[in-house]
T-cell receptor
Framework: GAGVSQSPSNKVTEKGKDVELRCDPISGHTALYWYRQSLGQGLEFLIY????????KSGLPSDRFSAERTGGSVSTLTIQRTQQEDSAVYLC??????????FGSGTRLTVV | EDQVTQSPEALRLQEGESSSLNCSYT??????LFWYRQDPGKGPEFLFTLYSAGEEKEKERLKATLTKKESFLHITAPKPEDSATYLC?????????FGSGTKLNVKP
């Protein structure tokens, strides 16, 4: 597609429920990042996929967070047993290399 | 510790009042420094990439410069539509490091 697509754009969930956030990167982009941005805060790195290499999961805040990338394209970020502190905008970015990352518009997650 | 620090956190300017935003970094093995613009409710929009000290890039009223320790985003004669949060990021090929951003408000 023309850009990075994220879905849903908004998600409201009850505390304790699991949620899945989807990212469709630009076709052919080998690198994919997940970030989250809490209100008024900077971007917090979560996880990084590069081609077929093992992902860099060093930014995942707890074992409730996991992500996968199928076929080197679509990525899904899963948050289990959501907590109120998980409320944030989750951003996905992709790149053909290490430069010129393109961000999606994000998924705004609200845990109530 | 590898980190990126942006200042000021917030900046209020009158239309036409030029100023600069700062991004200082301590990331080792710099391979690129990026500036993004983020409007409320949207993902960051790429502005510039700088690769080496002394490099400069320009786009309309914006000019980005880079030294070995910091980068400046100069805004010349800003307009209200320049109001946004400006994010700085650094990569060393292993990871991206983002600053917390500078929230710019340009008043007419």
């Amino acid at each position: 597609g023309a850009g990075v697509s994220q879905s849903p754009s908004n998600k409201v969930t009850e505390k304790g429920k699991d949620v899945e956030l989807r990212c469709d990167p630009i076709s052919g982009h080998t690198a994919l990042y997940w970030y989250r941005q809490s209100l008024g805060q900077g971007l917090e790195f979560l996880i990084y996929f590069q081609g077929n290499s093992a992902p860099d999961k060093s930014g995942l805040p707890s074992d409730r967070f996991s992500a996968e990338r199928t076929g080197g394209s679509v990525s899904t970020l899963t948050i289990q047993r959501t907590q109120q502190e998980d409320s944030a905008v989750y951003l996905c970015a992709s790149s053909p290399d290490y430069y010129g990352y393109t961000f999606g518009s994000g998924t705004r997650l609200t845990v109530v | 510790e590898d980190q990126v620090t942006q200042s000021p956190e917030a900046l209020r300017l009158q239309e036409g009042e030029s100023s600069s935003l700062n991004c200082s970094y301590t990331v080792s093995g710099l391979r690129g420094l990026f500036w993004y613009r983020q409007d409320p409710g949207k993902g960051p929009e790429f502005l510039f990439t700088l690769y080496s000290a002394g490099e400069e890039k320009e786009k309309e009223r914006l000019k980005a410069t880079l030294t070995k320790k910091e980068s400046f985003l100069h805004i010349t004669a800003p307009k209200p539509e320049d109001s946004a949060t400006y994010l700085c990021a650094v990569t060393n090929f292993n990871k991206f490091y983002f600053g917390s951003g500078t929230k710019l408000n340009v008043k007419p």
